[in-house]
């Protein structure tokens, strides 16, 4: 009987030693992540977002840390430096240069670009198919919380982003039909003016 659990025992040790051996790290999931992501020439996808209690839907285009999104009510240019927020209803844009923070919150993919810099990571219990990893900041003055990204398991692009800020308020963004395309010109993320006629234009530069 003794041997019998000790051969059981033995048996367990070794199937924890490979499933150990062969789990994935969160630093590992996200670096797999971070390089499908900086070694796509441009990623498009559709997106729901809840922001403390109020839903919208949209579109963005990626290309580095370029970016465009669209929703219904609002369009959001960012050329590298510069940000156009355009106001469909009233016809307004608003001209700024945002710093890294406002970007991960404007733009939750530039979170996966820089998570080395500026997070620590932790993998949770995640369903299959999928890696869930929460990060934490690594500097005290930083304006998020935490963030809860799940990505998938095969494409390493991601699936969902929970951010919560300092201020417990919670931003869940659901992305949708992700793919990965080909290089896309520079004016694609620069705001047109030709194309809003009348608008009105406020540099707070």
Do not use: H
Request: contains cysteine.
């Amino acid at each position: 009987m003794k041997y019998i659990i000790k051969k059981i025992l033995a048996i367990f040790t070794i199937m924890s030693s490979c499933l150990s051996s062969n789990a994935m790290t969160a630093n590992e999931v996200l670096t797999n992540t971070s390089k499908v992501y900086n070694n796509s020439k441009s990623i498009t996808a559709s997106f729901a977002i809840i922001d403390n209690g109020y839903s919208n839907a949209g579109k963005i285009t990626i290309t580095g840390n370029k970016f465009v999104i669209t929703t219904p009510q609002m369009s959001t240019w960012f050329d590298g430096k510069t940000q156009w927020t355009y106001s469909s209803s009233i016809n307004e844009v608003n001209i700024g240069e945002p710093t890294a923070e406002e970007l991960q919150i404007i733009n939750p993919f530039s979170i996966i670009k820089d998570f080395q810099i500026n997070y620590n990571g932790k993998l949770l219990d995640s369903a299959k198919g999928s890696y869930k990893i929460k990060l934490t900041p690594k500097k005290s003055n930083n304006d998020i919380k935490s963030i809860e990204l799940t990505v998938n398991s095969t494409t390493y692009l991601p699936s969902l982003i929970v951010i919560v800020a300092k201020n417990n308020i919670k931003t869940t963004i659901n992305i949708k039909n992700i793919n990965i395309g080909g290089t896309l010109p520079g004016s694609t993320f620069v705001f047109n003016s030709a194309n809003y006629p009348g608008v009105e234009v406020i540099d707070l530069r």
